[in-house]
Antibody, heavy 125, light 113 residues
Framework: QVQLQESGPGLVKPSQTLSLTCTVS??????????WTWIRQPAGKGLEWIGH???????NYNPSLKSRVTISVDTSNNQFSLKLISVTAADTAVYYC?????????????????WGQGTMVTVSA | DIVMTQSPDSLAVSLGERATINCKSS????????????LAWYQQKPGQPPKLLIY???TRESGVPDRFSGSGSGTDFTLTISSLQAEDVAVYYC?????????FGPGTKVDIK
């Protein structure tokens, strides 16, 4: 079955760019009709939806981060990526990648059924 | 953005007893054209990613025990654990996927009394 694994630097300096990659195994990122999503969770706090990219390549971002975030897909390596520019301490969090449920009976539940284990990113000088 | 609220913030229930968590959305997440509520429930244990329990407000994800059930429509939803087990100790989140940005409730922590 499909599995996701986040990777990237665990420490980023303030004002620099946070770059993370989610590697998809057990299936092709370009098959089916899925949204590939990034979520983050500061320590001890709730979940924040960052944005997603559709199989076709179209994207949606959280307006609270839209000016700083880019999500892209690399089909040749079966990965999708997150870039967040101009980071501050407020961007310190566990970052998860996730994928939604498959469509069934003509309906597409965009609930997130497959998650990576998460990667901790700390923004600090 | 659709704001999701949950109540209570935390609850402690005896083993075998019922646990009930409420979730309210700031606007309806019922899509009239297909009569489906775009609402999901997740369980998160410490150090783990969230696990999908329920989608379409009441459809159990494959492999989820049937003691977990979801109900509600429009703006008011409930997750019920009919007979709490020790392994159900976790934080539970509701989420709307009616529109973007998708938003989550603040979470409800469930413990054993």
């Amino acid at each position: 079955q499909v599995q996701l694994q986040e990777s990237g630097p665990g420490l980023v300096k303030p004002s620099q760019t946070l770059s993370l990659t989610c590697t998809v195994s057990g299936g092709s990122i370009s098959s089916g009709s899925y949204y590939w999503t990034w979520i983050r969770q500061p320590a001890g706090k709730g979940l924040e939806w960052i944005g997603h990219i559709y199989t076709s390549g179209s994207t949606n971002y959280n307006p609270s981060l839209k000016s700083r975030v880019t999500i892209s897909v690399d089909t040749s390596n079966n990965q999708f990526s997150l870039k967040l520019i101009s980071v501050t301490a407020a961007d310190t969090a566990v970052y998860y990648c996730a994928r939604d449920l498959p469509c069934s009976g003509g309906y597409c539940p965009r609930a997130l059924s497959i998650w990576g284990q998460g990667t901790m990113v700390t923004v600090s000088a | 953005d659709i704001v999701m609220t949950q109540s209570p913030d935390s609850l402690a229930v005896s083993l075998g007893e019922r646990a009930t968590i409420n979730c309210k959305s700031s606007q309806s997440v019922l899509y009239s054209s297909n009569n489906k509520n775009y609402l999901a429930w997740y369980q998160q244990k410490p150090g783990q990613p969230p696990k999908l329990l329920i989608y379409w407000a009441s459809t159990r994800e494959s492999g989820v025990p049937d003691r977990f059930s979801g109900s509600g429509s429009g703006t008011d939803f409930t997750l019920t654990i009919s007979s709490l087990q020790a392994e159900d100790v976790a934080v539970y989140y509701c989420q709307q996927y009616y529109n973007t940005p998708q938003t989550f409730g603040p979470g409800t922590k469930v413990d054993i009394k």
